[in-house]
């Protein structure tokens, strides 16, 4: 059981759906991630979560909501969303913000916007 | 921008050999480089890092070198073996502004072929 955990695995939506993808870790780390990666792109980084609070958004359209309740638990809530939105969505944790000691990934969720 | 490239999309090398990951950097405030290796359908994992105060990190068959000077890095994997096979990522991080974040390349995948 990996420490960072993310659902759904999969999901297939259409673009006037609203929905949301859920990631928890239980590794005590006070940082959380949400990365895109799409085909023949490197992992692009949307959102930076820092001990609850958002400190980093990277010019992420508004369709992509992020939601961090605790430091365990990240969502990004999803509407409206565009084909070429379709790809892997990656969570990761860390130590703190500035650690460069790595990231602990979860799985991802493969997204598929019809 | 990107300041981080990896230039070979894939590498195919025969079990036994080495297998030669090479990645180049833009950013001259990245000092920590890390190595992440994915598997289809999980999240990337950390492999092997190294700090810029050094120039090479070997870790059991995986030894990473780091040329400042040239803004270059290699991940050298002997010998190779039909499990490496994925995908690797190269990343790096910095200290000050916004230089803590990991940055990504595309990655390059790997096969070992038996």
């Known amino acids: 059981e990996t420490g960072v955990t993310q659902t759904p695995r999969h999901l297939v939506m259409g673009m006037t759906n609203k929905k949301s993808l859920k990631c928890e870790q239980h590794l005590g780390h006070n940082a959380m991630y949400w990365y895109k990666q799409s085909a023949k792109k490197p992992l692009e980084l949307m959102f930076v979560?820092?001990?609850?609070?958002?400190?980093e958004n990277n010019s992420v359209p508004s369709r992509f909501s992020p939601e961090c309740p605790n430091s365990s638990h990240l969502f990004l809530h999803l509407h409206t969303l565009q084909p070429e939105d379709s790809a892997l969505y990656l969570c990761?944790?860390?130590?703190?913000?500035?650690?460069?000691?790595?990231?602990?990934f979860g799985s991802g969720t493969r997204l598929t916007v019809v | 921008d990107q300041q981080v490239k990896q230039n070979s999309p894939s590498l195919s090398v025969q079990e036994g050999r080495i297998s030669i990951l090479n990645c180049d950097y833009t950013n001259s405030m990245f000092d920590y480089f890390l190595w992440y290796k994915k598997y289809p359908a999980e999240g990337p994992t950390f492999l092997i890092s190294i700090s810029s105060i050094k120039d090479k990190n070997e870790d059991g068959r995986f030894t990473v070198f780091l040329n400042k000077s040239a803004k270059h890095l290699s991940l050298h994997i002997v010998p190779s073996q039909p499990g490496d096979s994925a995908v690797y990522f190269c990343?790096?991080?910095?200290?000050?502004?916004?230089?803590?974040?990991?940055?990504f390349g595309k990655g390059t995948l790997l096969t070992v072929n038996p």
């Open positions: 979560y820092s001990l609850e609070e958002r400190v």
């Open positions: 990343a790096a991080s910095g200290s000050g502004g916004s230089n803590y974040k990991l940055t």
């Open positions: 990761a944790s860390s130590q703190d913000r500035g650690s460069p000691y790595g990231y602990t």
